[in-house]
C-alpha cells in the first residue's frame, strides 16, 4: 500500500491531490483546487505529510557533473557549491539531481535547475513541517512517466500542458536539451517546434533525432504533416 500527495502549481491556482493504493482496492485520487492566495485558509492539513510539487511554465537547466562517490548528503551540498559557481546567486535557484552512472569511485550526475518565484510557499511548508520531497517540472514529471515505454536512443519529447508545448531533446537516459513555448494553435506549433530544431541542429549537430514522442497533443494533423521526416509515436493523454 502507498500513499503521495502532489501540490499542482498552475499560475494563481494550486490543486491538491492526493493518491492511495491499497492491495484490495484501486487507485483513489483525490483534488482540491483554491487559489495560491487562499492557501492559508484551506483546511488542508499537510503537517507531518510529505509532499512533492508540481510546476508549470518553469524552464529548466541541465547540467552534467562527474562528482566523487559520497554519502547523499554531501553529495548534495557538493552540487550546491556547483551551482554557485556556475549562478552566483542561487536563492531561488531549485534543483534536484539523477545518478546516471556510478563505476564506483565517481558520479556521472545530471542536474536539473529551475529559477523558481514561490520560495516564500516553501518556507510556509517548512515552518508547517510539512516535508517536500521534491519540485518537479512537469515536463520531467511526464518523461519520467514515460521514458520506460520509450525504445529509441535518441528522440524529442513534446508534451502538451495548458497551452505550453514542452519540447526535450533526450539522447538515451540523458535530457541534453530543452525549451517551452506558449501556444495558441497550430501554426504557432510548428513555427516553434521548426524553431526548437533549428536550436537543437546548431548545439548539438552531431546527433540527429528523427524521432518524436508526442503527449496530450490537441494538434493530431500535426503528425501526419511532419511523418516523411520524422518517424513519430503519439504517447496519448496523460492525467497527473
Known sequence: MWKSSFLELKGENITY??????????NKINKRIFNI???KKIKINLKHK????????????????IMPKLKEKYLYNLIE??????????????FSYKILSDNGHNLHIMVFCMNWNNVELLKNFIKNKTEVKGILPVQFYALNRYAKNIKENNY???????????FLACQ??????????EIQCKEDFMYYFDEFNLKLKLLIPGIDFKN?????????????????????????????
Open 17 to 26: 491531490i492526493k493518491k492511495h493504493r491499497g492491495i484490495f482496492e484501486n
Open 37 to 39: 492566495n487562499e492557501f
Open 50 to 65: 510529505r509532499v512533492y510539487i508540481l510546476v508549470h511554465g518553469e524552464k529548466v537547466y541541465v547540467e552534467n557533473f
Open 81 to 94: 557549491e556547483k551551482l554557485k559557481e556556475k549562478f552566483k546567486n542561487i536563492d531561488n535557484i531549485m
Open 156 to 166: 524529442i519529447f513534446a508534451a502538451f500542458f495548458d497551452k505550453i508545448i514542452y
Open 172 to 181: 538515451k537516459e540523458k535530457v541534453v536539451f530543452n525549451e517551452l513555448f
Open 212 to 240: 518524436i514522442e508526442f503527449l496530450n497533443l490537441p494538434y493530431k494533423d500535426v503528425i501526419g504533416g511532419i511523418y516523411k521526416k520524422y518517424k513519430c509515436n503519439d504517447l496519448g493523454e496523460m492525467s497527473i
